[in-house]
């Protein structure tokens, strides 16, 4: 699909390996948590992924797309301990806040930087942000069940989907476009990325539409309405009947002498 679409150059797709159940066996136990089915038969199939692509502007082509999930080896812990963290340093943890908004209505839980949650980097997004695989219940013991949530730039959690396959799906139908995870954002994506989506995937970028009518798309204007012309009733000014200068005057003088001579009769009375 995207070889065939006008202006893209340089599909290059990174064959990788499938990767060792034990590697697999290792990254769970150093973890304490168990990789969700989906995600641990994907990487039995190939041990990551990355697809990039290019537009041609002029002679040089441009990076534009680019579809990546870690290795089992990169797939490592978010705000995680490290040695080389100095004394009394900020960490993520800091900015829990217990007057965060939980999950409301349909709303789901947001994760937490702190111990609670165990979140783990898939892809790192061009700098963008970051998708994450999310335990969300990781006390007393970490629960089996993950999430997929994206963690923007300003370090707010939004939520994408509940399993890794879903995700993939996702990833694959954005066709890795930039910003591309802001489409889930409340904000969006910005209008240069919102360029290249009206490009290359116009309905993604639409998706308001997609819940209306099934007529929205149709244009709905009727031409014989707007420019129906208004029956309005012609006003007719009558004109008054031509007569003589001389004829008004001595008309004009008649009724004045009528009503001079009907008030004279009601005085002598």
Same mark, same amino acid.
């Given at each position: 699909l995207l070889e065939t679409s006008p202006g893209v150059a340089e599909v290059t797709l990174v064959e990788k390996e499938p990767a060792e159940r034990h590697t697999i066996i290792s990254w769970e136990q150093k973890n304490s948590c168990i990789l969700p089915e989906d995600l641990k038969n994907f990487y039995l199939m190939t041990d990551g992924f990355q697809m990039t692509w290019s537009v041609k502007t002029g002679d040089t082509p441009m990076p534009l797309g680019s579809m990546v999930i870690n290795s089992v080896s990169k797939l490592?812990?978010?705000?995680?301990?490290?040695?080389?963290?100095?004394?009394? #340093?900020?960490?993520?943890?800091?900015?829990?806040? %217990?007057?965060?908004?939980?999950?409301?209505? %349909?709303?789901?839980?947001?994760?937490?930087?702190?111990?609670?949650?165990?979140?783990?980097?898939?892809?790192?997004c061009n700098g963008n942000g970051k998708v994450c695989l999310v335990y969300k219940h990781a006390k007393p013991v970490v629960s089996p069940d993950t999430e997929i949530w994206f963690l923007d730039r300003a370090l707010y959690w939004h939520f994408l989907t509940k399993t890794f396959t879903a995700y993939y799906r996702l990833l694959i139908t954005h066709?890795?476009?930039?910003?591309?995870?802001?489409?889930?954002?409340?904000?969006?994506?910005?209008?240069?990325?919102?360029?290249?989506?009206?490009?290359?995937?116009?309905?993604?970028?639409?998706? #308001?539409?997609?819940?209306?009518?099934?007529?929205s798309f149709v244009n709905k204007l009727d031409p014989n309405k707007v420019f129906k012309s208004k029956?309005?009733?012609?006003?007719?000014?009558?004109?008054?009947?031509?007569?003589? #200068?001389?004829?008004?005057?001595?008309?004009?003088?008649?009724?004045?002498?009528?009503?001079?001579?009907?008030?004279?009769?009601?005085?002598?009375?």
């Open positions: 490592c812990q978010l705000g995680g301990s490290s040695m080389y963290t100095l004394p009394n #340093a900020p960490t993520l943890a800091d900015l829990e806040d %217990d007057t965060d908004e939980e999950g409301n209505g %349909d709303k789901p839980e947001k994760p937490h930087f702190d111990s609670r949650s165990l979140i783990f980097e898939l892809d790192p066709l890795g476009l930039p910003q591309w995870q802001y489409t889930f954002t409340s904000y969006g994506v910005s209008p240069q990325a919102k360029q290249w989506f009206n490009m290359y995937k116009p309905i993604t970028i639409n998706t #308001a539409l997609l819940s209306e009518e099934d007529d029956n309005k009733t012609p006003v007719i000014k009558k004109k008054p009947p031509s007569q003589p #200068a001389a004829s008004q005057k001595s008309h004009t003088s008649m009724t004045s002498s009528k009503m001079s001579s009907l008030a004279g009769n009601s005085s002598r009375k």
